[in-house]
Nanobody, 124 residues
Framework: QVQLVESGGGLVQAGGSLRLSCAASGRTFSSYAMGWFRQAPGKEREFVAAISRRGGNTNYADSVKGRFTISRDNAKNTVYLQMNSLKPGDGAVYYC?????????????????WGQGTQVTVSS
């Protein structure tokens, strides 16, 4: 079992930045690839970014490439999402998730554990 707790969400103006954190507890954090997803009201949950177990490989949605950066610190059992140049369309509840798979999948159903989410609101 892995417990995930996100933090760092909030209200920011367009063009601003936020850094989300996801703290993990339970089984060995480094055994899991990690992902960030987001869900806006009335929309399906969508992939944002993923990072491999040791952090050597990453994958991003086209909509966030060049603006968001995913990273992890296995010593701290934490994964981060640095979000720059935020746009109103980035506003959503952001979730971190863990997968025991080796592929940096973009499919929510292939992630085994989920956090409760943190709200990001971007004002225009």
């Amino acid at each position: 079992q892995v417990q995930l707790v996100e933090s760092g969400g909030g209200l920011v103006q367009a063009g601003g930045s936020l850094r989300l954190s996801c703290a993990a507890s339970g089984r060995t954090f480094s055994s899991y690839a990690m992902g960030w997803f987001r869900q806006a009201p009335g929309k399906e949950r969508e992939f944002v970014a993923a990072i491999s177990r040791r952090g050597g490989n990453t994958n991003y949605a086209d909509s966030v490439k060049g603006r968001f950066t995913i990273s992890r610190d296995n010593a701290k059992n934490t994964v981060y999402l640095q979000m720059n140049s935020l746009k109103p369309g980035d506003g959503a509840v952001y979730y971190c998730a863990a997968t025991s798979g080796v592929v940096l999948t973009t499919i929510p159903g292939r992630y085994d554990y989920w956090g409760q989410g943190t709200q990001v609101t971007v004002s225009s």
